[in-house]
């Protein structure tokens, strides 16, 4: 049974949403504030976190910059429906995936099994070999990357992505295929997340000698891992 944490300042939502993951045989507890949620995020007894983005005591984005230095635990935000800028900030701030507000508590509860049926599928991966292409070392066992010999802090979803790269290093990786990988969900019209974590993982490769990218963007298909 997953223990799922929600951080939301609207209490009618929360309790009509912690009575419906109750109800799915999910753990449920909840914060009202951004301060106290983040003391009970960061005490790693949840397997999930649905955090608001617009918090009245602190923000969303300030809340998910202080989980990721402490910890890769799987983070949904909650946004305006069709506000792009805070989606964008979330997932480069290091969120997994979002889910516009208002949604309905079925649509939650498909989002969240998502991304721990992601988890899960991680964990028992059957490709456990570790990979070396170039600069880069990657464990799908300990789910850790190295770049020049140092560790490379990716979120769980950015490490997807690059595994899914890496493997196919090379050969050009659809955006449909990275979206199942990574989000654990197909690709829909007008979604930029697999491009906002893309250019995350982007800036924390580098670029090469030559300036370029080591993840080149092929336009109308998908992604690809330059192998040297």
């Known amino acids: 049974m997953a223990n799922v944490l929600i951080i ?22 909840a914060s009202l504030t951004g301060k106290a949620g983040l003391e009970m995020a960061l005490t790693g007894d949840y397997d999930l976190i649905i ?25 949904l935000m909650f946004t305006a ?72 802090d990716l979120t769980s979803t950015e490490f997807n992505l690059l595994e899914t790269l890496v493997r196919k290093a090379g ?12 989000l654990g969900r197909p690709l829909v019209r007008f979604d930029r997340s697999i491009d906002v974590h893309m250019s995350s993982i982007r800036q924390k490769l580098g670029n090469q000698q030559d300036g370029q990218s080591y993840i080149q963007t092929i336009r109308g298909k998908g992604y690809q891992f330059i192998r040297e």
């Open 81 to 152: 429906k069709g506000d792009d800028i805070d989606r964008i900030i979330g997932l480069e701030s290091g969120a997994d995936d979002y889910v516009p507000k208002p949604c309905t508590p079925r649509e939650l509860v498909a989002r969240i099994r998502a991304i721990l049926r992601r988890m899960d599928a991680a964990i028992v991966d059957i490709q456990t070999q570790d990979i070396q292409i170039g600069p880069l070392q990657l464990s799908a066992q300990k789910r850790q990357a190295l770049w020049f010999d140092k560790p490379l």
């Open 171 to 182: 050969h050009v990786v659809s955006k449909d295929e990275l979206s199942q990988r990574a």
């Open 8 to 29: 939301d300042d609207d209490a009618e939502l929360v309790e009509l949403f912690q009575e419906y993951l109750q109800q799915e045989q999910f753990q449920v507890s």
């Open 51 to 75: 955090l608001d983005m617009m918090l009245p005591d602190i923000t969303g984005t300030e809340i998910l910059l202080q989980i990721r230095q402490n910890s890769l635990i799987p983070v």
